[in-house]
């Protein structure tokens, strides 16, 4: 799946040059020693996604004005570097204009972290953008729909801020918003329904347990926002602020029908949160019929042996797997690829 991985001014790494394996890696070190970080650069190589920051700007090496990552993902050359001018985007060595071409002609990945935990207990936006991470991988114009919503909202809510309101603006952006955010919420709807199914079977796999689990797809404004909007008008100019539309969404998780963040104890909410990435591996392989790469983020020293031999077991034995962690008590004898990361280097064992 990804042959190489070059990094020049990434987080901890000055420069970088690694080549991987077809299979399966483990990177093990210490904390705060670039193992996320490898992970991370492979997002952003593939996905233009930081799982860890919203601003790429924050991933450059301390004191540098920009970073570059490069490598051979699914046959192709792509890298990405960012400057004080912008990001530019290559493939095989043409420049590629916009983000939305970019990943059209990517790969699939599958983020698994520590901090998954906060898509059962966290706030909505952090379901949001598991959402959004999934649907920029399976529909073509999601990027671009999103990016719209969001600049179009930022300047709304500017305006609302305002004492005395530009209204013709504010209609303006308010058409640019229903356009967009029908488009999104639509996907969104049509998403979660997808998952729901694989979903349930990875909860199965990986509790043991005859527990029933169900998402819930909770669309602010949903199938009319414009009346939506005409009706949060009053509200919306007392707040200052866009009170309804897909910002404004979330997802709701249930164990045995009771909402997870609320009664399910600490083993069945990482369980639920193994499911949703295990399943969200699933709709993207069913949907694009290749296996997505499964970047999985030093997560076993939280999880008890039943869990984390399921979730071994769970992963598709033909994905690319890579692997950090601080410790190698949970591999069996048959190790996989070994490289030692420390000081923002990298070597093989």
Not at 59 to 68: E, Y
């Amino acid at each position: 799946m990804i042959r190489s991985l070059r990094l020049v001014d990434f987080r901890c790494f000055e420069a970088l040059s690694l080549e991987l394996l077809p299979k399966q890696a483990v990177f093990v070190g210490g904390n705060a020693q670039g193992k996320t970080s490898l992970l991370e650069a492979i997002c952003v190589l593939v996905r233009l996604h930081s799982p860890r920051t919203h601003r790429l700007g924050q991933l450059q090496r301390f004191a540098q004005s920009g970073f570059g990552v490069a490598g051979e993902c699914w046959g192709e050359e792509r890298r990405v570097s960012r400057s004080p001018d912008g990001i530019e985007m290559r493939v095989q060595g043409e420049g590629v204009d916009s983000q939305s071409d970019y990943l059209a002609s990517g790969g699939l990945l599958v983020w698994m972290g520590n901090e998954d935990l906060e898509l059962v207990r966290g706030p909505g936006e952090v379901r949001r953008r598991f959402l959004d991470f999934v649907a920029t991988q399976l529909e073509g114009t999601y990027c671009q729909d999103l990016t719209r919503y969001r600049r179009a909202l930022r300047a709304r809510n500017l305006l609302l801020k305002d004492r005395r309101p530009d209204e013709g603006q504010i209609s303006a952006y308010t058409e640019i918003l229903i356009e967009h955010g029908e488009a999104l919420q639509e996907v969104r709807a049509r998403l979660v329904g997808q998952l729901n199914e694989p979903v349930r079977e990875a909860h199965r796999a990986i509790s043991g347990a005859s527990e029933s689990v169900s998402l819930e797809y909770r669309g602010a404004g949903a199938h009319d926002l414009r009346a939506a909007y005409e009706q949060a008008a009053e509200r919306e100019r007392r707040q200052g602020n866009t009170v309804v539309g897909p910002h404004r969404d979330d997802l709701i998780l249930k164990v045995n029908a009771l909402p997870a963040a609320d009664y399910g104890s600490e083993g069945q909410q990482r369980t639920l949160a193994l499911a949703l990435k295990l399943g969200q591996g699933a709709l993207l392989e069913g949907e694009r019929g290749n296996s997505p790469i499964y970047l999985i983020d030093d997560i076993f020293g939280e999880l008890d042996t039943a869990r984390r031999n399921a979730l071994m077991e769970s992963l598709p034995a033909g994905a690319q797997k890579l692997i950090t962690t601080t410790s190698l008590e949970w591999l069996g004898r048959q190790a996989p690829p070994l490289f030692r990361v420390k000081s923002g280097t990298v070597s093989a064992e």
